[in-house]
T-cell receptor, first 112, second 114 residues
Framework: DAGVTQSPTHLIKTRGQQVTLRCSPK?????VSWYQQALGQGPQFIFQ???????QRGNFPDRFSGHQFPNYSSELNVNALLLGDSALYLC???????????FGSGTRLTVV | GENVEQHPSTLSVQEGDSAVIKCTYS??????FPWYKQELGKGPQLIID?????GEKKDQRIAVTLNKTAKHFSLHITETQPEDSAVYFC?????????????FGTGTQLKVEL
């Protein structure tokens, strides 16, 4: 049984560019959440998607946007990249109403 | 919003000893407290969790305790082994029908020495 799959695993972008990260949830899960983890810090909640809609959002600017597709997979888009956006981006899936996230291994984004 | 503090930031123990990691939370409405283990190059892995209607939960060598009055919860690992070496994160959440975002602590780097 495949867990949460994220792509790509690593990415280098230039300041000002745009990036799209992808996530396939664990089989049977219908809710996808995205977290940003800076080096040496705990993950910070970006937003959560359920039934193709953004259900909750953390304290991140509008440059961060997302999408959930009918097959429950999800994308995270970041526009106008800043050096401070360099981090590990984690996708987590869960089943609505049931606690317990399953995290992917993340996408390491480096902005230069 | 919720704020979670975690201590210590680093912890070194001898193999076979016990390790304790402590967290405090600020929002009394939080009712779900998971613990995650993160190994290098991997995403966080859920190792144990507890809901606010329970004071203690144990799973083999791992246990979690919760003091709702003091807003404290702790992770206890007994008989530590080298493979327990990793970064551990506590988190707090308010479980609702509308989803449950996790607020994480800053992590504890646990090193189990031979």
């Amino acid at each position: 049984d495949a867990g949460v799959t994220q792509s790509p695993t690593h990415l280098i972008k230039t300041r000002g560019q745009q990036v799209t990260l992808r996530c396939s949830p664990k089989s049977g899960h219908d809710t996808v959440s995205w977290y940003q983890q800076a080096l040496g810090q705990g993950p910070q909640f970006i937003f959560q998607y359920y039934e193709e809609e953004e259900r909750q959002r953390g304290n991140f600017p509008d440059r961060f946007s997302g999408h959930q597709f009918p097959n429950y997979s999800s994308e995270l888009n970041v526009n106008a990249l800043l050096l401070g956006d360099s981090a590990l981006y984690l996708c987590a899936s869960s089943l609505a109403g049931v606690e317990g996230y399953t995290f992917g291994s993340g996408t390491r984004l480096t902005v230069v | 919003g919720e704020n979670v503090e975690q201590h210590p930031s680093t912890l070194s123990v001898q193999e076979g000893d016990s390790a304790v990691i402590k967290c405090t939370y600020s929002d009394s409405a939080s009712n779900y407290f998971p613990w995650y283990k993160q190994e290098l190059g991997k995403g966080p892995q859920l190792i144990i969790d507890i809901r606010s209607n329970v004071g203690e939960k144990k799973d083999q060598r791992i246990a979690v305790t919760l003091n709702k009055t003091a807003k404290h919860f702790s992770l206890h690992i007994t008989e530590t082994q080298p493979e327990d070496s990793a970064v551990y994160f506590c988190a707090a959440s308010i479980l609702t029908g509308g989803g449950n975002k996790l607020t994480f602590g800053t992590g504890t780097q646990l090193k189990v020495e031979l």
